[in-house]
């Protein structure tokens, strides 16, 4: 099977790709370009209060679409519930954080992580060595930029479509068929977050709903002592930036 899919994946590229090139992909007059280092570490904290407010909400959605990422990649490895090699949260968000810091020491997009790790993560990836591979690739792709400028969303479609293939094996274990009050309190909450995930094109905002839909349904059943604290306070920060971002979303980019 993974052969298969490996197999799809490199032809369905191809196909695509050369589609998008021949299609509305422009001529390039050069591979390689030196990348412009000049803008490195040019960073000011001037103005910076009154942009906190936008701050905390992206850091609440890249937190959370991380730890999304982690859960979902982590199960399909099966590294969540293996006491042999127990899941490091620390080290995990650790270098999530370290990589977001040093891109944008770099003036470049976050650097975080990405739920198509999962695609080598089924096919055996466990050492991390994959990780640095990949790392090393992008490097290089740094000084072949008006060559990886002929790639766009079309070629890592296929990518997508395979690592949701692989995720939706983890849906079975949701309890779905339980009717009982206090299991809909678990599994409506998920399956509002599986849904708008899709529908919304944002992991931590998807989290984001089902954190509410949780707290809302413990609330009105009675059993709001189940709920920790800090889910409270998380679930109240969601919504004041949801609430934000419906009233100003020039300044909340969510």
């Keep these: 099977m993974t052969n298969f899919m ?6 369905a590229t191809v196909a ?14 050069e591979v390689a370009r030196r ?18 407010p936008t701050v905390i909400a992206i ?23 293996n006491p042999k090699r127990p899941f490091s949260w620390y080290r995990f968000l650790l270098a999530d954080s370290l990589g977001a810091f040093f891109g944008g020491s770099f003036r470049s997009s976050s650097n975080t992580t990405y ?11 466990r050492t991390g060595l994959a990780s640095v591979v990949t790392g090393l690739l ?3 792709a740094v000084f072949l930029s008006p060559l990886a400028g002929l790639l766009s969303e079309r070629n890592t479609a296929p990518a997508l479509i395979i690592v949701g293939f692989f995720m939706m094996g983890s849906v079975g274990l949701i309890p779905f ?9 678990t599994t409506l909450p998920a399956f509002v977050t599986m849904i708008t995930i899709p529908l919304t094109f944002d992991i931590g905002r998807g989290i984001g709903y089902g954190f509410l839909v949780y707290v809302f349904l413990k609330a009105v059943t009675g059993k709001w002592r189940e709920v920790h604290p800090l889910l409270l306070v998380v679930g109240a920060l969601f919504l004041a930036v949801f609430i934000w971002g419906a009233i100003d979303p020039q300044k909340v980019p969510i």
């Design 16 to 29: 695509v790709g050369a589609i998008g090139y021949f299609g509305v992909t422009p001529a390039i007059s």
């Design 177 to 185: 068929s339980d009717e009982r009050v206090d299991a809909m309190t």
């Design 35 to 52: 990348p412009d280092l000049t803008r490195i570490g040019d960073v000011s904290f001037r103005d910076f209060a009154p942009l906190i």
């Design 115 to 125: 739920i198509e790790s999962a695609a080598g993560v089924a096919d055996g990836a």
């Design 59 to 81: 850091m609440m959605i890249d937190f959370f679409d991380t730890l999304g990422t982690g859960l979902a990649v982590g199960s399909q490895g099966g590294l969540q519930d």
């Design 6 to 11: 490996v197999t799809a994946y490199i032809i």
């Design 138 to 140: 992008f490097l290089l």
